[in-house]
Structures are given as structure tokens and as C-alpha cells.
């Protein structure tokens, strides 16, 4: 998918970078180019400014997929917004901002998809050159008040997916038909999505190649992540299990024997499924999404329709505190930052009862 990057009206790249300072422009070209010291601007053609085509492509897939679709459509309903009330959208004002912020709260919107249309819609402004983005201060007031609206009314202003543990997981493995080629599937997707704290895009992307076994369990090549955006790789150690439900090793043989079965001998390792057990393309992040609820449900595990592919990986990190490892393991594991706010959430759940203040006090 391209990202529609928003321009400024009337204006080209060479515009745009021409009317910052030469010694600006020359920086933002080569950050390594001397800065002239005569006195005199430089005579700079269309050539200087001009951005191939394979450039702008190659800035565009810098950004990670799931940002730049998230932040397409949330471009998409503000300036469909702005069009219908009869206002700008490129460059916007604050005043805009804080009306389309309202409206979003008056249709229920949650708080943190709110959150992120302010956040795309800035980055919009950002990419389109313009310096000074549309201030937020109002807009973030109307948001801090819609919070505390959904707190009176006894809303929860922020719902997490809620962590599979190792009973809910062999709960949903044992509802998977491992008679079939789907539920072989299922199997390996949420015992290898939970023992590598996988983050949906992470599971969907995987290849065949990126697994092999070793003395002491699986290791899965991670070869882009949000946190390695470099796409520098990274390389997980997955340990053997115990039971045979949810043994990675077992799990991952059975799953690559039904795709050699089905001449898939290299390519994507988790793929579609049709009705009649045919073998198709990879599964897509949204279908991990799909199926995560659907199992939970047919297992018929309690809140079951909050499950989401975020599940498996929160999940990960909360088994894993739980049996006592540190949290740098768990963060490098997860290919989480060790300060990263959600890890450090999952840990004070577990927490709230390891080290409860009324444990043991006599009540």
C-alpha cells in the first residue's frame, strides 16, 4: 500500500526545501556538506531537489505497514470530515482540531483510537513540510474530558486484551480439530504466537526458513519488529515443552509435515486455510486478530470476546513473570524497550497478587 503523503497546495519539493535558509537546505541534502562562507546563496536547480520516485517509495516503507495504514485512515475520515464542514485540512488549525476531537468523542470513539488521529493528523502536517503543526492543547482537553465522562458512566477508558495463560491456551488448542488441516494450523499459531510474546505482523511475516530446531528447543529469526526498525533481525530461543498440546517443538513439526504433505516446502509458515483444508497465502494480521476471538469463544473462556491476537503476546510476558524470570529477559525476548510502559503493565498485574499489601495479614 503507497502513502498518500499530503502536499502543500500549490507548492513542489523544490519549493518547499528553496525557501529554507542554502545552509538549511544544504544540511537537510547531506549532512555532511560544507556550508558556503562566502555570503553568497547558491545557484540551485530543479536537479538539486528533485526526489525519484524509487526514493519517496524507499522513505515510505521506513514506516512501519500497520502505522501507515492506521495513519491513511484516520488522514482519510479528517479530511472527509473537514470537506463536510467546511473547513481546512492541510494546513488545519487548532480550532478544527479540537471540533473533529469533539465530534470523534460524541460517536463513541475509544480514547486511544482519538489519540491516534491526533497523532496522524500532525504527522501529516509534518511530512507535507509544514513547520508549525496544528496545536493540540485544546483538543487534548476535550479528550481528558470525554475520558473523565466515561469514568462517571462507569466505562472503562482504556480495555486491554487480556493475557492467555497456559489453561487458556491448552483450553483453545484442545477446541482446535487437530483432525484437520486448519486446526493443525490454529495449534501452531497460538503455541509459537504465545512462546515467542509475538506481536501479530511479527507471526504473519515468519517464513519457513526463519525456524530450526536445536538441542534445546526452537530458534525463530525475527527479522523486522516495531522496536528494530532498521530491520537489523533478531534471532529467538524457544524451549521445549512439556505437555503435548503445546509442546513449540512438537507443534512446529506436526505444522511443517501438513505443509510438506501439501507440497508447501518453503514460503510463509502460517497460511490460510480454506473450508476444504486447501493451503493458501499467509495469514494476514487481521486474520491472527479473527482467529485468536474466534477459538476463545468456541473454548468458551470467560470474556472470550476481548481475546485478540495482542493476547498471545501479553500473554507470553505474564506466564513468563509469573514463573520468575526478570523482566530484561522478558523484555529482550519480547523485543520490547526494557522501560516500555505496556511490559511494565503486564508485570504489576502478576505482581498485584504475588506482593499483595493484604496477603497474609489475618483478614
Not at 178 to 197: E, H, K, S
Amino acid at each position: 500500500m503507497s502513502l498518500d503523503i499530503p502536499d502543500r497546495p500549490g507548492s513542489s519539493v523544490a519549493a518547499r526545501i528553496a525557501r529554507a535558509s542554502a545552509a538549511s537546505a544544504v544540511r537537510l541534502l547531506s549532512p555532511l556538506a560544507p556550508v558556503p562562507v562566502t555570503g553568497e546563496e547558491p545557484l540551485y536547480t530543479e536537479a538539486d531537489f528533485a526526489i525519484p520516485d524509487s526514493t519517496r517509495n524507499r522513505a515510505i516503507r521506513g514506516v512501519a505497514a500497520n502505522t501507515r495504514r492506521a495513519y491513511e485512515r484516520q488522514w482519510k475520515m479528517f479530511t472527509d470530515w473537514c470537506r463536510i464542514e467546511g473547513r481546512v485540512a492541510l494546513p488545519t488549525t487548532e480550532h478544527s482540531l479540537a471540533a473533529y476531537v469533539d465530534d470523534l468523542c460524541t460517536a463513541g470513539q475509544a480514547p486511544a483510537s482519538i489519540e491516534q488521529a491526533i497523532a496522524a493528523i500532525r504527522t501529516m502536517h509534518r511530512w507535507a513540510d509544514y513547520r508549525n503543526q496544528p496545536f493540540t492543547d485544546t483538543a487534548r482537553l476535550v479528550l481528558r474530558g470525554y475520558r473523565n465522562e466515561l469514568v462517571e458512566d462507569g466505562r472503562r477508558v482504556q480495555r486491554q486484551s487480556p493475557p492467555i495463560t497456559i489453561s487458556t491456551l491448552r483450553a483453545m488448542v484442545e477446541a482446535c480439530d487437530l483432525r484437520t488441516v486448519a486446526g493443525i494450523r490454529n495449534q501452531a499459531l497460538f503455541v509459537l504466537g504465545l512462546a515467542l510474546f509475538g506481536r501479530r505482523e511479527e507471526l504473519a511475516a515468519v517464513v519457513q526458513d526463519d525456524v530450526r530446531e536445536v538441542d534445546d528447543g526452537l530458534e525463530i529469526t525475527i527479522r523486522t519488529s516495531k522496536t528494530d526498525r532498521d530491520s537489523k533481525g533478531e534471532t529467538i530461543g524457544i524451549w521445549r515443552g512439556e505437555h503435548p498440546l503445546t509442546d513449540p517443538v512438537a507443534v512446529w513439526r506436526n505444522w511443517t509435515r501438513v505443509l510438506a504433505e501439501h507440497g508447501q516446502h518453503g514460503g510463509r509458515l502460517l497460511r490460510r486455510v480454506d473450508q476444504v483444508g486447501r493451503i493458501g497465502p499467509s495469514l494476514s494480521g487481521d486474520s491472527v486478530n479473527t482467529l485468536v476471538r474466534e477459538i476463545a469463544i468456541q473454548a468458551r473462556v470467560p470474556g472470550a470476546e476481548h481475546y485478540t491476537a495482542h493476547s498471545l503476546r501479553a500473554g507470553g510476558a505474564t506466564v513468563s513473570y509469573a514463573a520468575g524470570h526478570p523482566v530484561s529477559v522478558i523484555a529482550e525476548h519480547g523485543r520490547w524497550n526494557i522501560g516500555s510502559p505496556v511490559l511494565l503493565g503486564y508485570i504489576r498485574a502478576v505482581d498485584k497478587w504475588r506482593q499483595n499489601a493484604t496477603r497474609g495479614v489475618g483478614l
